[in-house]
């Protein structure tokens, strides 16, 4: 996430702060892409040596940390964003779960949950973007606007179905995960459909995946 301040930072901080951001790009390709890469890997994508690296990130688990950390914090203030607007409510909600597919968090969720294991920190984090994501589905809910059934875990399995797409470059993936988005916002809004087999996914079978073997 980007941060404003009133205060320019120096010409060495602001270097410093664009290496860190093409570091945690070429993390995000690399690991997304294969979970199991040395951290080596992520130095010659970003074009910096280990060493480099290593002043800023000490080892490989720190790094997946900081990137499902940016991942959490993203989802968060979209999140928030959701909530503070008082607009339609399928609008909202849809333009929440468009902004979420566009972030594109959960291919880290996808490649990384059981690759290493959260701190204290991302716990929190985590929590507190499931209880908003709770107060986005509900106020949605309240509104009358999805089709019965539906509870807020199934909306991780969508975003996760649409993360999987993957066809061609960035924007005929993007594309493409848009299209079937928009297929299943229209079954979200069935209000009238009969009840979905099966139940919803569980906190406890969600978290699991994130323990590590």
Known sequence: METTSSTPMSGRKAQAARNDQVILQAAREVFVADPGAPISAVAERAGVGISALYRRYAGKEILLRKLCSDGLKLYIAEAEAALADDGDPWTVFARFMRRIVEADTHSLTLSLAGTFTPDEDLHRESAHA????????????????????????????????????????????????????????????????????????????????????
């Open 130 to 213: 499931e209880r908003l994501a709770l107060e986005v589905f509900e106020r949605a809910r309240d509104a009358g606007i999805l089709r019965p059934g539906l509870e807020v875990a199934d909306l991780s399995m969508i975003f996760e179905q649409l993360a999987s797409v993957r066809l061609g470059d960035e924007e005929r993936t993007a594309q493409m995960r848009h299209r079937y988005l928009a297929l299943l916002l229209d079954s979200l809004r069935l209000t009238s459909a009969g009840p979905l087999p099966g139940p919803p996914p569980t906190a406890e079978e969600i978290g699991r995946r994130w323990s590590t073997a």
